[in-house]
């Protein structure tokens, strides 16, 4: 049974920084894209990042430059370092999983998904 355990959120203050790890078991991703989403409370779940077998990446406009997406195939865990966070970026994070090789920003293209952690950035 695939399963991706995510840990790392929080409360943080504006300009701050946090770890997101996602960790699977069940399966190796490490042929596989995988990704990190998030919803805030009365939205939609939005894409966040992407990053391929090969550890290429995609970013949505709004994170791109303060937030980084990395993997570790030994581990079977990927990961999301947010730097100056903005109380806009508060929601819950979600990791996602593909079968795919390659990035995507698309929800429907992703197989497995972990459970949300809840990240908030206070003024």
């Not at 997101?20 to 919803?39: H, K």
Request: charged share 15%; with cysteine.
């Amino acid at each position: 049974q695939v399963q991706l355990v995510v840990s790392g959120g929080g409360l943080v203050q504006a300009g701050g920084s946090l770890r997101l790890s996602c960790a699977a078991s069940g399966r190796t991703f490490s042929g596989s894209a995988m990704g990190w989403f998030r919803q805030a409370p009365g939205k939609e779940r939005e894409f966040v990042a992407s990053i391929n077998w090969s550890g290429g990446s995609i970013y949505n406009a709004d994170v791109r430059g303060r937030f980084t997406i990395s993997r570790d195939n030994a581990k079977n865990t990927v990961y999301l370092q947010m730097n100056s966070l903005k109380p806009e970026d508060t929601a819950v994070y979600y990791c996602a999983a593909r079968t795919g090789r390659n990035t995507s920003s698309r929800i429907a293209e992703y197989d497995y998904w972990g459970q949300g952690t809840q990240v908030t950035v206070s003024t």
